[in-house]
């Protein structure tokens, strides 16, 4: 029964990175969905909230930029150093059975594929946003959201990850990021100007 299940989801795997790395690609899509995935390309982002926010809320604006980072280290050494070296996925652009069909759009890597640190990584910092800026602004859920699905989704167009490397690492990511936005917004919460912290 197991093994049954095992082999279904597999096989969805396959399929799914099949269609997104080989069928649904264009030359447009070649040329800029490598840079979503490039962490160069997001830098300017991270410098402007490493400066914006212990501008705008002082103290604990210096803390959230620590919590981010702590947060990002967290699902880093989750993916990379604990599951990675438990489940020796080979990333699709390593794998001989698929030499003759992957396309790869970025140099593929010596590591493991399963889970994505890629996506792990990118839905901890997206989500620990989410709980914490999203009490001051909603829209930036969506965002943070957004922002995560397309980095993990270019980490299969490329040929580099599987789905299902991208969905688990996002799980991994999101419990990560979930947890800091809940304790930084219990200890240390940024509220709009008149705004009373809510304890709980």
Request: with cysteine; net charge positive.
């Amino acid at each position: 029964m197991l093994r049954n299940i095992h082999d279904t989801i597999l096989s969805w795997d396959y399929s799914l990175w099949y269609l997104i790395n080989t069928k649904w690609h264009t030359p447009l899509a070649d040329t800029i969905i490598p840079f979503l995935r490039n962490q160069w390309f997001w830098a300017p982002l991270y410098l402007f909230l490493a400066v914006l926010l212990p501008v705008k809320f002082k103290k604990n604006g210096m803390i959230w930029c620590l919590l981010f980072l702590i947060t990002f280290i967290i699902s880093d050494q989750l993916s990379a150093h604990l599951l990675k070296p438990i489940f020796h996925r080979l990333r699709p652009c390593n794998d001989p059975y698929l030499a003759d069909i992957v396309r790869v759009l970025v140099p593929c890597g010596s590591g493991y594929s399963f889970p994505s640190s890629h996506a792990a990584n990118h839905f901890s910092m997206g989500l620990f946003s989410a709980v914490t800026l999203g009490r001051i602004a909603k829209w930036v859920w969506p965002v943070a959201i957004v922002w995560a699905l397309m980095v993990s989704f270019s980490q299969v167009y490329v040929g580099v990850h599987f789905p299902l490397d991208v969905f688990c690492g996002g799980l991994v990511g999101s419990m990560a990021g979930i947890a800091t936005g809940k304790f930084f917004n219990h200890y240390f919460a940024l509220n709009k100007p008149g705004q009373v912290t809510p304890r709980s």
